[in-house]
Nanobody, 124 residues
Framework: QVQLVESGGGLVQAGGSLRLSCAAS????????MGWFRQAPGLEREFVAA????????AYSDSVKGRFTISRDNTKNTAYLQMNSLKPEDTAVYFC?????????????????WGQGTQVTVSS
């Protein structure tokens, strides 16, 4: 089992930045690929970014590529999502997730563990 707790969400103006953190506990953190998804009101949950276990290989959705950066610190059992140049359409609940596998996917069904989510609101 892995427990994931997100933090760092909040209200920010368009063009601003936020950094989300995901603290993991339980099984060995470096054994999991980490990802972020988001869900806006009335919409399905969508893939945002993922990072491999130890090589630092990353994947991003087209909507955030170039603005968001996913990273991890295996010594702190924490994953991060740095969000820059935020837009109102980035408003959503952001979920941290972990996958017990090597390869990132954009399908939420492939991920094994989920946090409770943190709200990000971007005002225009």
């Amino acid at each position: 089992q892995v427990q994931l707790v997100e933090s760092g969400g909040g209200l920010v103006q368009a063009g601003g930045s936020l950094r989300l953190s995901c603290a993991a506990s339980g099984r060995t953190f470096s054994g999991f690929l980490m990802g972020w998804f988001r869900q806006a009101p009335g919409l399905e949950r969508e893939f945002v970014a993922a990072i491999s276990r130890t090589t630092g290989r990353t994947a991003y959705s087209d909507s955030v590529k170039g603005r968001f950066t996913i990273s991890r610190d295996n010594t702190k059992n924490t994953a991060y999502l740095q969000m820059n140049s935020l837009k109102p359409e980035d408003t959503a609940v952001y979920f941290c997730t972990a996958r017990d596998d090597y390869y990132p996917t954009m399908d939420e069904r492939d991920y094994d563990y989920w946090g409770q989510g943190t709200q990000v609101t971007v005002s225009s």
